[in-house]
């Protein structure tokens, strides 16, 4: 089955720096790969995705890129704010959201 | 929208009692899912259903866990009898097939059996 490796599990940055988290996935069949945000006390958010025929996509701060051929993507945060600390967690599925596989997290810390 | 709605948001409960966690998804979804998440293990999917058809269960951990939905608007999550290391947030969540597959996720019941 699907294994999903995140580093780092912590990071801590200043704000207004860029914060990349990294994933990597085994199945070479995954073609869906989403990014959630997780806050103390609540529920994954998703905060952006990408699936396995582009390699790039960017939300005003954020952006998601994909290598296919090494099997890893990577989550860009730019300008942080202390309102991006949270827990942040990348998946990956071969059957679209029906069976996400989910990284062990990244806990990021914006500093002031 | 309300969201996905789970009661209860924290449950304390005994070794060997009966446990069960319910589920509203989104209106108009039609995929619902039930994840744990713990430290040690992290976000897990235990089940989850198509169109209130249970689609994989390889995710359940044991005998003691069951599912069901019987409808499109309900859903319980039922541990019987319960231990200690089940012990977890247990989320809901569901998804339109079709509508980019996003999940969405409810905040989650927080369950401690002592």
């Known amino acids: 089955g699907e294994n999903v490796e995140q580093h780092p599990s912590t990071l801590s940055v200043q704000e207004g720096d860029s914060a990349v988290i990294k994933c990597t996935y085994s199945?070479?069949?995954?073609?869906?790969f989403p990014w959630y945000k997780q806050e103390l006390g609540k529920g994954p958010q998703l905060i952006i995705d990408i699936r396995s025929n582009v390699g790039e996509k960017k939300d005003q701060r954020i952006a998601v890129t994909l290598n296919k051929t090494a099997k890893h993507f990577s989550l860009h945060i730019t300008e942080t704010q202390p309102e991006d600390s949270a827990v942040y967690f990348c998946?990956?599925?071969?059957?679209?959201?029906?069976?996400?596989?989910f990284g062990q997290g990244t806990r990021l810390t914006i500093n002031p | 929208d309300a969201g996905v709605i789970q009661s209860p948001r924290h449950e304390v409960t005994e070794m060997g009692q009966e446990v069960t966690l319910r589920c509203k998804p989104i209106?108009?979804?039609?995929?619902l899912f039930w994840y744990r998440q713990t430290m040690m293990r992290g976000l897990e999917l235990l089940i989850y259903f198509n169109n209130n058809v249970p689609i994989d269960d390889s995710g359940m951990p044991e005998d003691r866990f069951s599912a069901k939905m019987p409808n499109a608007s309900f859903s319980t999550l039922k541990i019987q009898p319960s231990e200690p290391r089940d012990s977890a947030v247990y989320f809901c969540?569901?998804?339109?097939?079709?509508?980019?597959?996003?999940?969405?996720f409810g905040e989650g019941s927080w369950l401690t059996v002592v």
């Open positions: 209106s108009g979804h039609n995929s």
């Open positions: 969540a569901s998804s339109l097939t079709g509508d980019g597959n996003t999940i969405y």
């Open positions: 199945d070479s069949a995954s073609n869906y």
């Open positions: 998946a990956a599925s071969n059957q679209g959201a029906q069976k996400l596989v």
